[in-house]
């Protein structure tokens, strides 16, 4: 009995907690039940509401209905209010109200009021208006110019003054419906009859009903609800009416307590929650302490725990062995831990370096040179390895091949380099792009090392693997300097559009290169686009030219992607307003094309045949339009004729339009309809291109090259030179020598 102790009192521990938890999920099912009935309740209420609301309204809607019929159709009633001095009118006109009381129960009494000589006919009499007991609703339908359908509640004067006053409501028409010029007809319906009309669709007993006018004045002040609360409450605001019609079951406070008590019962619940949470955790705590002083024993003394001590109790015995793998599971999981914070540190010291965030922290640098044991006056070398044509690659493999064809290029680049006792250094920086930092001693070798050990790594991807991949290698440096050999590295690699791929790009050789004149580029390439807005043939040889340049000054990625961007600007400027379907296929097709391959093509020769295979198509295009067009012929003659004489000064939109036989203002149309730009802009192009050529290829002046272009004087050749070029003529003719 003494070994079932713990086991008893582990029992007689918990089985508070089992009872409490088990009677807060019977109170939860019951509330839950409670709060279901309670709400089909107030739903039986509200449909309960709604059907009084649409009773009364048909009641109301049918009596409206049969007054307008009444009015449109009874040509009696027209004719008792257009004479006043008809007794028999008198008479039919009154049984028509008697009619209408037998035919709608509602109805507490029916009168007209004849406007041409204000005399009001009820059931009984007819009399003046001054003396009509319930004359005041009269009066104010005849101040109303829209009258209402039913009006609040009120009090109405029984036919004799001597009688008491009932509470009505009263629906006034005009005779004509619209005019009113004969008079008008008043129906009352007694509000007691509402209600009694109200007591035979519910049970008083078990629900209360009530009616508000628009002004939220009850219709029976003798019935009042219970409760404020709205949630038991049912409400219907009638459409045609505008009242609202509102019940309420009665007991509502009970329904109200179970309906909104549920925060309450909810945070009760959480409280005893919280309880049974806050003992099991207690109680297990506090039963725990036994296995805890053990397992901390066996933390402390595990290397000189012996076996036969913990024969002697079975129940100890799984304690301890429990304890023992628990231990031998935690030891592991820091072991892994410990290798994967190992590997992150490695990862972060590498990126740290190709930062420079340690040249101005020597400190810091010094205890990382130490924990990785590099020796003081060590060598490294930043190289940088990048996936050719990736986008074909991502689409070509899954995820899942990508992580092993990656994984592939760490083995083989940790292989190669442990073959040759290099230490290296590996990251992947980017999706495409694996740096490699090397690491020496030996200062002459480092250098030779690492293109050695590059050249084996891209040979064999290029043999073994179904892509290639492209070497940028930096200078050597020792480590204040790492991010510069980074830095080159990545210039060095960003080349490969122009020097080509599955090669090793060296800083060396991309130093022998220069950026050039951009100023010349963006020339060349307004050029290049007013020979395609123009469909000349010569428009193959400037872009061929143009590619060739990029090309022999080894521009780098992200220059050539600026000028092509610029490229594409100036097309779709030049393009903008001309022929519709040019601007379709442009916007819709040729641009995303352009777009896609210079973000896709890997080299220059890549881009350089998209774009030439794109432009090609469109220049078909262009000149397929303009030859279908009726003054095709017609401006390639006057084309002709501009660029054979622009340097005549008296040459004009004035002058063409007489030679041609053209007006001068549907002449300047055609210019910009046919050639894409304004005559002036066409003219001022010609002559600033010729000029260019005389202050390159001689030695004039300018007021001599100013008159051989076509302008009388220098100071206007100079003003419109500059505004062109961007520069002043002197200016340019020093730029290009």
Request: proline share 2%.
């Amino acid at each position: 009995m003494k070994k079932n102790t713990y086991i008893k009192r582990m029992m007689f521990s918990y089985l508070p907690i089992l009872f409490l938890t088990i009677s807060v999920l019977i109170f939860i099912f019951i509330t839950i039940l409670n709060e279901l009935n309670v709400r089909n309740a107030i739903q039986s209420n509200k449909v309960t509401t709604e059907y009084i609301g649409h009773m009364i309204d048909n009641s109301l809607k049918t009596i409206d209905t049969d007054v307008r019929k009444l009015i449109e159709t009874n040509m009696e009633l027209h004719a008792f209010l257009d004479n006043p001095s008809d007794r028999l009118l008198n008479v039919v006109a009154s049984n028509v109200l008697s009619g209408m009381m037998v035919q709608h129960a509602f109805i507490d009494s029916v009168y007209f009021y004849r406007a041409i000589d204000k005399q009001v006919l009820d059931q009984s009499k007819i009399r003046p208006l001054d003396v009509f007991p319930d004359r005041s609703v009269i009066s104010e339908l005849l101040e109303q110019p829209y009258p209402v359908n039913w009006s609040s509640p009120r009090l109405k004067k029984g036919s004799n003054e001597e009688d008491l006053a009932i509470k009505v409501i009263s629906l006034g028409r005009k005779i004509p419906i619209n005019t009113g010029s004969l008079g008008y007809i008043v129906i009352n319906v007694k509000v007691d009859a509402l209600s009694k009309f109200i007591d035979e669709m519910i049970d008083r007993n078990l629900t209360n009903a009530q009616i508000y006018d628009d002004q939220h004045v009850p219709f029976l002040p003798e019935v009042t609800f219970a409760s404020s609360n709205k949630g038991v409450h049912a409400e219907v605001v009638s459409d045609y009416t505008g009242w609202s019609y509102q019940t309420e079951i009665k007991g509502g406070r009970l329904y109200s307590i179970l309906l909104n008590g549920s925060v309450f019962w909810i945070f009760a619940i959480i409280c005893a929650i919280l309880f049974a949470i806050g003992s099991t955790f207690y109680v297990t705590r506090r039963n725990y302490k036994p296995i805890e002083a053990i397992l901390h024993r066996i933390d402390r003394f595990s290397t000189t725990i012996k076996s036969a001590d913990l024969k002697n109790d079975k129940n100890e015995f799984a304690f301890i062995d429990q304890a023992i793998e628990r231990l031998i599971t935690n030891n592991m999981a820091f072991q892994e831990k410990r290798q994967e914070d190992l590997t992150i540190r490695r990862q972060q010291f590498l990126l740290s370096l190709l930062n420079g965030e340690y040249e101005s922290e020597k400190a810091i640098w010094l205890q990382e040179r130490e924990h990785y044991a590099l020796k003081e006056g060590t060598r490294f070398v930043a190289t940088i390895l990048e996936m050719d044509h990736y986008v074909q690659f991502c689409l070509r493999y899954n995820q899942k091949d990508q992580s092993l064809f990656k994984f592939v290029i760490n083995s083989v680049v940790i292989e190669f380099a442990e073959q040759h006792n290099h230490q290296v250094m590996i990251e992947w920086i980017a999706k495409n792009r694996l740096v490699i930092l090397h690491m020496s001693e030996e200062e002459q070798d480092i250098e030779h090392n690492s293109l050695k050990l590059t050249e084996q790594i891209r040979s064999w991807i290029s043999d073994q693997l179904d892509f290639t991949v492209t070497f940028g290698i930096g200078n050597a440096t020792d480590s204040s300097m790492i991010s510069r050999s980074y830095q080159e590295a990545t210039h060095a690699v960003n080349r490969k559009v122009t020097l080509g791929i599955n090669k090793i790009i060296d800083t060396v050789e991309v130093q022998e290169g220069s950026s050039g004149e951009w100023f010349t580029y963006l020339q060349w390439i307004q050029s290049l686009v007013r020979q395609v807005r123009q469909a000349e043939l010569k428009w193959q040889d400037h872009l061929v030219s143009l590619f060739q340049e990029m090309r022999s000054q080894q521009l780098p990625k992200e220059d050539i992607n600026r000028l092509l961007h610029y490229l594409i600007f100036q097309l779709e400027r030049e393009l903008e307003g001309i022929m519709p379907e040019v601007g379709k296929y442009w916007s819709s097709s040729l641009k995303p094309d352009l777009l896609l391959a210079m973000e896709q093509s890997d080299t220059i020769d890549q881009i350089e045949t998209s774009y030439r295979h794109g432009i090609e198509q469109m220049v078909e295009q262009l000149l397929e339009l303009s030859q279908n067009r009726r003054h095709y012929v017609l401006m390639k003659e006057i084309r002709s004729f501009v660029t054979e004489n622009f340097k005549d000064p008296n040459l004009s939109l004035t002058f063409l339009s007489d030679r041609f036989q053209v007006n001068s203002k549907y002449l300047s149309q055609l210019f910009k309809e046919e050639i894409g730009e304004n005559f002036s802009d066409f003219l001022i192009a010609l002559r600033m291109e010729y000029a260019k050529q005389l202050l390159i290829q001689t030695k004039e002046n300018v007021q001599d090259i100013s008159e051989k272009t076509g302008y009388t004087s220098s100071i206007s050749f100079s003003r419109v030179f500059k505004k062109w070029v961007g520069m002043s003529p002197g200016q340019y003719r020093e730029s290009q020598q």
